[in-house]
C-alpha cells in the first residue's frame, strides 16, 4: 500500500460529549493531507445524559456502546449523503469512539465503540482501538493527534504550539526539525465549564464565554486549583476528563464559577510554557474553546504572542481531531507509527490501532 492516497472519514466523539465529528479527507499517511469535507451530528439530551451515565466505566456500558456505535453510522450515512459518495468510494473510517475511563498510570484506557459492528454497519472497513497500544507499551495514550498537525504545520515558522481546547486541552510544540515534537495535556479545556453551566442552567456550554465575561475571578480558588502536581510534573502526560470536582465551587454564584474554571484553563494551559523546550512564536488555537471569547483574551493576554483560531490559515478548527484520526487510521494500515516518545512518553515510535474489516 506504500505511496497509495486513501480517502478516509474520520469520526471523533470528543470529552465535551455534545455529538459526532465527522471529518473526510485524502491522504497517503506522510505528509499529503487534503480535508474534503465535515459534518457534526449533535446528540440528543437524553444519549448525552446516558453517555454521562458511563464515564469511569460503571454502569451499563455495553447498551451505551451499541447505540453510541449505531448513531456513528448514522453520521457516516449523513457525512456520504451530504458529500455525494458511496461507502465504496472510502477506503476507511478511523473511529476513536468515547473515553470512559483513562489511567495509564495503570495501563488502562476505555474507548467505547464497536468497530466490527460499524464496519457491518457501514460496508467500510474500520480502524478502532487507536489508544491500548501506546498505553500497554508504557505511553499515556494521550495526545495522538499531534503527528497529524505535523503534517499539517508544513512550513510555518517555527516553534510553534498548536492548542485545542475540547473537554480536555492539550498541545503540541513542533520545533524546527522532523523529530522535534513534544506534546501533552496541559489541564482542563471546557469540560468543567460546560459541567457547570449545565447543572446550573440546563444549558450546554458558556456561549462564547459571556457567563464568564460578567463574573470575578475568586483567585484564592484559583490558587488552590493550581496547586495540583499535575501542572509540575514534566510531560509527556495525560488527564481524564474528571481529573477535579466541582466541591470548591458551592459558595460561588454562576457567573463568578465560570470566570474561575474559566482562568483556570488560561493559566493551565500558560504553565504549559515551563514545559516547552523554547517558547512559541505563536499559538494556533483549535476545537470548541477557540470559540469562547473570554478565554480567548486571557489566552492572548498572559501568553503575550499572537493567539489565534487555526480557521485563519484556512483550516478547520472543528474538524481537526476527526481528519486526525481519519489519517491516523491511513498510518495505522501502513503500519506507521501513531504516537513519539515526545508525544505520549512510549519507548519508540510506535503504530496502534485495530482494524475490522468489511463482513
Not at 495535556?185 to 465575561?213: C, F, H, K, M, Q
Request: some cysteine.
Amino acid at each position: 500500500m506504500a505511496g497509495q492516497v486513501f480517502t478516509a472519514l474520520g469520526l471523533m466523539s470528543g470529552t465535551s460529549m455534545d455529538g459526532i465529528d465527522a471529518a473526510l479527507i485524502r491522504t497517503d499517511g506522510h505528509g499529503l493531507v487534503e480535508p474534503l469535507g465535515f459534518l457534526f451530528a449533535p446528540y440528543r439530551r437524553a444519549f448525552r445524559d446516558r453517555l454521562r451515565a458511563v464515564l469511569g466505566g460503571v454502569g451499563d456500558v455495553a447498551s451505551v456502546e451499541q447505540e453510541l456505535t449505531d448513531l456513528h453510522a448514522e453520521a457516516v450515512e449523513s457525512a456520504l449523503r451530504v458529500h455525494d459518495l458511496t461507502a465504496d468510494q472510502v477506503d476507511l473510517i478511523g473511529f476513536h469512539g468515547h473515553t470512559i475511563l483513562h489511567a495509564p498510570d495503570r495501563r488502562h484506557t476505555w474507548q467505547i465503540g464497536d468497530g466490527a459492528r460499524l464496519a457491518s454497519s457501514t460496508g467500510i472497513g474500520v480502524v478502532f482501538d487507536f489508544r491500548t497500544a501506546d498505553v500497554k507499551a508504557g505511553g499515556q495514550g494521550a495526545p495522538l493527534v499531534p503527528l497529524y498537525h505535523q503534517a499539517l504545520v508544513g512550513d510555518l515558522e517555527r516553534p510553534v504550539a498548536i492548542l485545542n481546547i475540547g473537554g480536555v486541552a492539550n498541545v503540541t510544540w513542533l520545533g524546527p526539525g522532523e523529530l522535534d515534537v513534544l506534546a501533552f495535556d496541559t489541564g482542563p479545556g471546557n469540560a468543567l465549564v460546560d459541567d457547570l453551566i449545565l447543572s446550573r442552567t440546563g444549558e450546554p456550554y458558556d456561549d462564547g464565554g459571556r457567563i464568564a465575561a460578567t463574573g470575578k475571578v475568586d483567585m484564592d480558588l484559583l490558587v488552590r486549583l493550581l496547586d495540583h502536581g499535575y501542572f509540575q510534573a514534566p510531560p509527556p502526560k495525560s488527564l481524564d476528563r474528571d481529573a477535579w470536582g466541582r466541591a470548591a465551587l458551592t459558595n460561588l454564584d454562576t457567573a463568578d464559577a465560570a470566570a474561575t474554571l474559566t482562568a483556570f484553563t488560561a493559566e493551565s494551559i500558560v504553565r504549559a510554557l515551563d514545559h516547552l523546550p523554547t517558547p512559541p512564536r505563536r499559538w494556533l488555537i483549535c476545537g470548541g474553546g477557540r470559540r469562547n471569547e473570554t478565554l480567548m483574551w486571557m489566552l492572548a493576554e498572559r501568553l503575550g504572542v499572537p493567539v489565534s483560531p487555526v480557521d485563519g490559515l484556512g483550516w478547520n478548527g472543528d474538524a481537526l481531531e476527526a481528519e486526525a484520526f481519519a489519517y491516523l487510521a491511513v498510518r495505522s494500515r501502513l503500519g506507521l507509527p501513531l504516537s513519539l516518545p515526545g508525544t505520549t512518553g512510549v519507548p519508540q515510535p510506535l503504530t496502534g490501532g485495530r482494524f475490522s474489516p468489511t463482513p
